[in-house]
């Protein structure tokens, strides 16, 4: 009779077992998806051809194939993503082959960023050192990711895999699964310890209370609760280098509890959940708080230096970094004192989410800055705070501790909002232009529909020429006279749409204004001179007048 593990089947009796990728899996789904952008974006190409939007399209679609190609690799390769037979364990990742089962140290399921894996690690040959990298994962393992299978078969895998390695590796495969029983219970002890060390985690869930509060609040004032527009948010307290220049440094903290709509808010409230409790737990809710409002003020204090120089930011994200950057350090300084596998799990979950915002966070209107700031204040205060699991800490040095990270927050704070270079645009005065700009529009369009209407009325005798030309002297003239008078007040970005369709807008009623008097002149007194002028200002008008319809073309197919 073959001798095995008491309770566990016979390696004879249990047959081989292959699991290939899906397109029924996230990875499959996100293949088929990025084929889809990548087929429509030259399709739009083929139709706009000479086109900048399509070409634009067309061109970031051929740059997505090459990372579509390579995800898709396990979908169309034929290979199995694992395979569990006689000879051994191998698969896409296993590049130098099957990896024996007599050479299985262990094998062991984990999970990063909600990322199912299968670890499998291999004995090292005698005097070989099993090394790690800086995030934990040691050089003797293979990490075989499950995302290509579809994930109603991730279970089954890991069963399979535990199975086959329990019949098949022999006395290795007995003590790796002592070991993973101990650790196991190890992980409940420690996460006992915890909650019995922080009862209750108030501070997290008061923070996102507000956050959803305010954003709550700002939906009941009329606000839009998608995609709030930037006018609204400074009103409410949104952040920018002019407003806290100007003596609202309270914008600082009150950015941090708005958002900009509700994919914003779940967003980073879904990024504060899992790290906030972690670091709630480890530093108590004081500990959470210091390094929540101070990272939050150091992200907002950094972001008047560039996101805040020219536009406003909100947001929680520089905080939600900062509880990513004190978590960070924390298991960084206790590695020893976390169960076996929880800090190279938590390390490698942090990095990826870290990397992953950051490389996001190049987009255009992510506010980089405060995530980086946030990080920096995070790390900082979660490296020199005294932690829960240091028992035998003083109640005198954890306050100590608490005031010392607080103190360094806001002094960074105010270094940085001090050292601020002026602010390239004066927020308050740039949303009330466009608040009189908007105003203007009105007023340009109930003057144009005047002057329109009498024209009308004279061609058709309705309004004889003397009643025409008093209508031109008291109303029309004067009407474009102050309205290109309130339109030079502006002083909105040119190198934004609306500062040059404002600006179009003062050429065309000074020249309109200007032609209306030249004509009235001539009608007194003709000169040479003037009809010359007249033919000057004519032109002026129609320039003004494409540069305006242009203007709205662009507009037109920028909504398109």
Known sequence: MTDHVPGQVAPGDIPSEEFRASWRSGQGFGVAAMLIFIVGGLLITAVAVGGGAGVAIGTFALFTAWPTWLLGRPLWSGKPVLRLGPEGISGLAFKAGP???????????????GNTLLIVRRI???GVESKKSW????KDEVRVGLAPINAKLHQQVIAAAYSQFSARGGAQAAEAMQVQVAEQQAHAEFDQRLATLTPRAWAMPLMMGLCAAVWIANVVSGMSPTAPNAEQLYRWGANSASGVQAGEWWRLLTAMFLHGGILHLGLNMYALLEAGLMLTRLFGNRGFLVIYLGAGLVGNALSMHFAGQA???????????GVAGALLAAVVRLRGKFPMGRSRQMLMSLGIFIFYSLAYGMKEGIDNAAHTGGLLAGFAG???????????ASMVRRLASLAAVAVLSVAATVALAIYTPPAKRDMARYFADLKHWNVL???LAKAMAALRTDSTQNKAGQLDEPAMLRRL????????????????TLKLPQDEYVGRYAAAQLRFTTAMAGLMETELQRQKTPTLELTKKSGTLSADVAAASAAIEALNAEQKARKD
Do not use: C, Y
Not at 99 to 113: F, G, I, S
Not at 135 to 138: A, D, M, N, Q, S
Not at 473 to 488: D, G, K, M, S
């Open 135 to 138: 995030l934990g994962v040691r």
């Open 441 to 443: 529009q009105t007023e």
């Open 382 to 392: 979660g490296w020199l705070l005294v932690t829960k699991l240091d028992e035998t």
């Open 124 to 126: 090292m040959p005698p």
């Open 99 to 113: 990896v024996p089962w007599n050479e299985v140290a262990d094998v062991r399921e984990e999970t990063v960023q």
């Open 311 to 321: 536009g406003v930011s909100v947001g929680a994200s520089g905080a939600v970094f």
């Open 473 to 488: 002297e008291t109303v029309h003239t004067p009407e474009l006279r102050h309205l290109a008078a309130e339109f030079a």
